[in-house]
Nanobody, 119 residues
Framework: QVQLVESGGGLVQPGGSLRLSCAAS????????MGWYRQAPGKQRELVAA???????NYADSVKGRFTISRDNVKNVVHLEMNSLKPEDTAVYYC?????????????WGQGTQVTVSS
């Protein structure tokens, strides 16, 4: 059973930093493509950052240069380092995994962690 558990959310002031972590368990092989999404009240869910199984990364324009996604293949943990946070970054952040096995596609989500940027 695949499980994604997020941690690290909280309340920070504008300009501050947070480091989110997503602990993955249940994968029989190495981590698949992973991503961080966020959703603010009344807004659509959006991709924040993604990292492929090969290590390639992709970022939303709104966070590029401020956020960094990384992967620890030994511990099966994905991190999202968030710097220079803005009030617009306030949202629930979700960890996502996209896996493929035996010709089938699977998608998993964490429970989400709240990030609030406010003075």
């Amino acid at each position: 059973q695949v499980q994604l558990v997020e941690s690290g959310g909280g309340l920070v002031q504008p300009g501050g930093s947070l480091r989110l972590s997503c602990a993955a368990s249940g994968f029989i092989s190495s981590l698949p493509d992973m991503g961080w999404y966020r959703q603010a009240p009344g807004k659509q869910r959006e991709l924040v950052a993604a990292i492929t199984s090969g290590g390639g990364t992709n970022y939303a324009d709104s966070v590029k240069g401020r956020f960094t996604i990384s992967r620890d293949n030994v511990k099966n943990v994905v991190h999202l380092e968030m710097n220079s946070l803005k009030p617009e970054d306030t949202a629930v952040y979700y960890c996502n995994a996209k896996a493929r096995r035996f010709g089938y596609a699977y998608e998993y989500w964490g429970q989400g962690t709240q990030v609030t940027v406010s003075s």
